[in-house]
């Protein structure tokens, strides 16, 4: 399909958007083999394993990887039926500096007609987010508070993770040391 390349340089960041992305968070991948691609991201890229969901808690297992102190920066999803085709991806999270923000982004994104998949927090990293889909259906994730690996290694244990299933009871809930103190709270839905 062909495109104006000039008009794309022209597109910019409208002025008054209520949150700023901050960094691109973590991709993860669907792979037919977890235990060589994981031996790939460790042993060739030197990625260190943070957690493992098993298959009763992911079809096909999970692996979350990490290259620096945040929980995850890549993870693998098992089970991809014969070699990737461009459809690998399960989603790219992007990460914002404050929860408000976070929040923010949902009212954004609702206002701009964009379905909500999820908002709330997951379990491993512990982030709070809101999950929608980009025009192609391709999964996206704004998120804040991913917790960080120490260097000696320790991450959360899943005896401490705190599924949310919206971003009030992830806010109302919070996990061991995370601050869901808000600047605005009224950005809360009560």
């Known amino acids: ?12 960041r409208p002025h008054g958007l209520p949150y700023r992305i901050t960094k691109i968070g973590h991709v993860v991948l669907n792979v037919s083999d977890l235990e060589r691609s994981v031996r790939f991201y460790t042993e ?13 808690m992911v079809p096909g297992g999970m692996v979350f990887m990490r290259c620096n102190t945040d929980h995850h920066g890549v993870a693998l999803v098992g089970g991809l039926d014969g070699p990737a085709d461009a459809r690998e991806l399960h989603h790219m999270a992007f990460e914002v500096g404050t929860l408000d923000e976070v929040l923010q982004a949902r009212a954004h994104l609702e206002a ?3 379905t909500i998949d999820f908002h709330g927090r997951r379990r491993a990293g512990c982030q709070i987010a809101v999950e929608f ?6 999964r996206l994730e704004i998120y804040w508070g991913l917790d960080t690996v120490g260097n000696d290694g320790t991450v ?3 005896a401490e993770w705190k599924w949310a299933h919206s971003l009030e009871e992830a806010v109302d809930d919070p996990v061991r040391g995370q601050d869901t103190t808000l600047m605005n709270p009224g950005l809360l839905r009560r």
């Open 1 to 12: 399909m062909a495109f104006d390349e000039q008009r794309l340089r022209k597109m910019t």
């Open 44 to 56: 060739t890229l030197g990625f260190q394993v943070s957690d493992i969901y098993p298959t009763d």
């Open 112 to 114: 701009s007609g964009i």
């Open 133 to 138: 889909r980009d025009p192609d259906g391709h």
């Open 156 to 158: 959360r244990p899943a």
